[in-house]
């Protein structure tokens, strides 16, 4: 009799379940549908409240997400390789690169209005709490007994920002390269650490290593927005990060994710990025200030990045590969 | 039913058991080990022998690489001594809190390495309670393979140290031998098979380690950099080749090593 009962009851169960099923199926034909958001980890918070906030919009009203956070190049690499991706955002250009030599994202990602660039940020030297080394330019940082703290650039995609950034301000922009690649030679020879992505690099420098770490300003006001001790100047001249994103070209619902894209572009969810200590890309968005670096530059400035790639980067002979093995040599003497 | 009927029914069922048993198995060996270390092994050759040679004659990958073959033999051999010096104190010597150091032994296979790493630059790095600075230095790759790989030998070594004859030892103190004379000709013999594939098992996995080393080698290129940091890092630079390459060579150490120790073993055990 007992078992008799069970069985009812869970037979009446899945009836239940069944019937809801099907009710949440009937709503589908309105609209209802599930939209993948493939990220670099950083911009998390930001994207969970923007996605709150799109959902609260009419062409967001039946859309839900899953989410995907992870380091920029391994995320890049697992859509590569056929994880199932609506949307795609990256720390850098490269990572959207690949997926559009595979085919995956259109050729014309970048031509829109911003480029294709979702949020802006620049590099800055952060220093522990009351900068007590009084670190506050590219040359305070090669001077002898300054421990620098950045992470590899061959394993971290991220830490390419930060050599750029030091050799575009010491280079004039990329006019005396010389200048640039010695400023970079004397930067890693004060580099005792070189991690394999920035957040292993801001753990070193938080567990007591090193007088200052080149980090991005919307992670140096992240750390500061969650007490971490650190201070932080914006050097005169550094380096404009800009963030990808883009709808993938085998998109299942191409309309709902781009108008996503699109929403991503309000001065809501741009605030929201600001809020998070991104710079917006679009004008308007209220309340917000930062202060801008009179000799700012760009990655353009200094040829794109599928050239700057080739001269620094290249394991084998390149600007960084020669850096890296010179400062290997001295340190086996 | 007859007694014999029974019996013969019941080795058939273990030798029908035994085919299944050993089908599953290898497939399920080729499934989950041969065929992707195959697959790497391919992956390596994909654009000749030339580039496979290349790739590892690097610089920075061959620094890599003696780097981790040596520090992972530096810390085999600690593991050989200081591993059966456990395991012989587990087994013979009788102290309060012996069950708790016991499981402790297994703590470092139990937890993800990158919480070794954690904890291990919390007290031997910049912020050490113990003001012992080894972090980002090659002695901060060799602390963190041996806390990754201590249990090898210990757990090896114990068993076969529990099943030791003791009368043996007794009959040669009884016949005047020394304590050192019955350690070196009676125990010694014995162990040492355990000993040795202890220390292969601890050799091939601290080649494997990156989660315990990434934090606390700094990962200076020709300096702290391991053989798997260095993987990482081709990938990054979007050369999976490469990193196969890489890859390849440190299966062949390991393969090597393993083998080696077993050949060494049945010589061994030929003689004693």
């Known amino acids: 009799m007992r078992r008799l009962l069970a069985t009812t009851t869970v037979m009446a169960s899945i009836a239940t379940l069944a019937a809801c099923g099907g009710g949440g199926s009937d709503s589908a034909s309105g609209g209802q549908v599930q939209l993948s958001l493939v990220a670099y980890s950083t911009p998390q918070a930001a994207y969970e409240k923007i ?8 062409e967001g009203k039946n859309v839900t997400f899953t989410k995907s956070f992870g380091a920029s190049g391994d995320q890049s690499r697992a859509v590569e390789a056929g994880l199932k991706a609506d949307i795609v955002a990256f720390s850098l250009e490269p990572d959207m690169t690949r997926l559009v030599k595979k085919g995956l994202v259109a050729e014309d990602w970048s031509t829109g209005e911003n480029k294709g660039m979702i949020t802006d940020s620049v590099v800055v030297i952060a220093t522990r709490k009351g900068n007590p080394k009084n670190l506050k330019t590219w040359d305070d940082l090669t001077k002898p007994g300054v421990e620098v703290i950045t992470p590899n650039p061959f394993t971290s995609g991220g830490a390419r920002w930060n050599v750029m950034a030091g050799y575009g301000a010491k280079s004039n922009k990329g006019a005396d390269k010389q200048a640039g690649v010695d400023y970079l030679n004397a930067l890693f020879a004060n580099v005792p650490v070189q991690d394999d992505s920035a957040r292993k690099s801001l753990q070193t420098f938080t567990s007591g290593k090193g007088d200052a770490i080149l980090a991005y300003e919307n992670e140096a006001i992240f750390a500061q927005q969650n ?23 085998n998109s299942a619902h191409p309309n709902e994710a781009k108008a996503f894209l699109k929403f ?64 290997g040599v001295s340190i086996e003497k | 039913m007859s007694t014999q009927t029974v019996v013969s029914r019941a080795a058939l069922g273990q030798k029908r058991g035994t085919a299944l048993g050993l089908g599953a198995a290898v497939l399920y060996l080729s499934l989950i080990v041969l065929i992707p270390l195959a697959a790497v ?20 990958a061959w620094a890599a690489l003696s780097l981790t073959i040596g520090a992972s033999a530096v810390v085999a051999v600690i593991n050989l001594v200081m591993g059966t010096v456990i395991a012989w104190v587990l087994v013979r010597d009788r102290f309060p809190g012996k069950a708790v150091v016991d499981t402790l032994i297994d703590l470092p296979f139990a937890l993800p390495t990158i919480v070794a790493g954690l904890v291990l630059l919390a007290l031997y790095g910049p912020k050490s309670p113990l003001g012992l600075d080894l972090a980002y230095s090659r002695a901060g790759v060799v602390l963190a393979l041996l806390f990754v790989t201590l249990p090898f030998v210990v757990r090896t070594v114990q068993p076969v140290l529990l099943e030791l ?70 990938i990054e630079t979007d050369n999976p080749v490469g990193a196969a390459a890489v890859s390849t060579v440190l299966l062949v150490v390991a393969l090597v090593t393993l083998v080696l120790l077993d050949l060494l073993q049945r010589w061994g055990s030929r003689r004693g």
């Open chain 1, 51 to 58: 996605i709150q906030a799109f959902q609260a919009t009419p």
């Open chain 1, 227 to 249: 007490n971490q001790q650190l201070d932080y100047t914006v050097p005169d001249s550094t380096i404009l990060i800009e963030n990808p994103v883009a709808v993938t070209k």
């Open chain 1, 264 to 327: 991503l572009y309000t001065t809501e969810a741009q605030k929201i990025f600001a809020d998070n200590g991104y710079r917006p890309v679009v004008k308007g968005v209220q309340g917000v200030s930062f202060p801008a670096p009179p000799a700012l530059f760009t990655i353009a400035d200094l040829g794109g990045w599928p050239k700057v790639t080739t001269e620094f980067f290249d394991p084998k002979g390149s600007v960084m590969a020669d850096v890296e093995r010179k400062l």
């Open chain 2, 41 to 60: 092994v391919l992956r390596s050759q994909e654009r000749g022998i030339a580039y496979f040679w290349d790739a590892v004659t690097t610089p920075d």
């Open chain 2, 165 to 234: 004859d003791r009368d043996m030892e007794q009959a040669a103190a009884s016949l005047g031998a020394s304590t050192a004379q019955i350690f070196r000709r009676v125990i010694l013999p014995n162990l040492v098979p355990a000993m040795l594939s202890g220390t292969a098992l601890a050799f091939s996995r601290s080649m494997a380690e990156i989660g315990s080393v990434v934090l606390i080698s700094g990962n200076l290129p020709f300096k702290t950099q391991v053989a798997s940091v260095q993987i990482f890092g081709q």
